[in-house]
């Protein structure tokens, strides 16, 4: 498995630590995040990540800024991009399950460190219902 990963500053501490679970589980990782804490704008690590998802090159994607609105408010504006905002591991699941969601977006200012693990393992692990959430799936592109 590839994942593209991305984040702002305010997801970089995070970013290194789901990189650091990630890879010890043998997944490959992409980074296309800031490595620093200074100010950034975050749709210039956004873009990477979620062409990276579109064209295959990576299974899913990470992104992770503040409150996540931002960076899934830019990735979903790619045509093949389902990105949901995940902050509970119930959440996760839903998008996961509901929207075949192929990124997670992480909230790094509103979930503990812990949590925000949790959450990539679960939306990792989670599998698309298919049925009759796919038609609702098939309308989401413009």
């Known amino acids: 498995m590839t994942i593209s990963i991305g984040n702002d500053h305010a997801g970089t501490d995070y970013k290194f630590a789901i990189i650091k679970h990630l890879e010890a589980k043998g997944i490959i990782v992409t980074n296309h995040g800031t490595d620093a804490s200074d100010s ?26 503040g409150s996540a609105n931002g960076v899934a408010m830019t990735a979903n504006k790619h045509q093949g ?3 949901g905002i995940c902050w509970t591991k119930e959440i996760t699941a839903l998008t996961r ?12 200012r509103y979930t503990a460190l812990q949590q925000a693990i949790a959450i990539v393992d679960m939306f990792l692990e989670t599998k698309f219902e298919g049925g009759r959430h796919q038609n609702r799936v098939d309308k989401i592109p413009c």
């Open 40 to 65: 950034v704008d975050y749709p210039d690590f956004v873009h990477p990540v979620a062409n990276d998802v579109e064209s295959k090159k990576a299974d899913f994607g990470i992104l992770i800024c």
């Open 97 to 108: 399950q509901h929207n075949n969601a192929n990124i997670c977006c992480i909230p790094a």
């Open 81 to 83: 991009i389902r990105a």
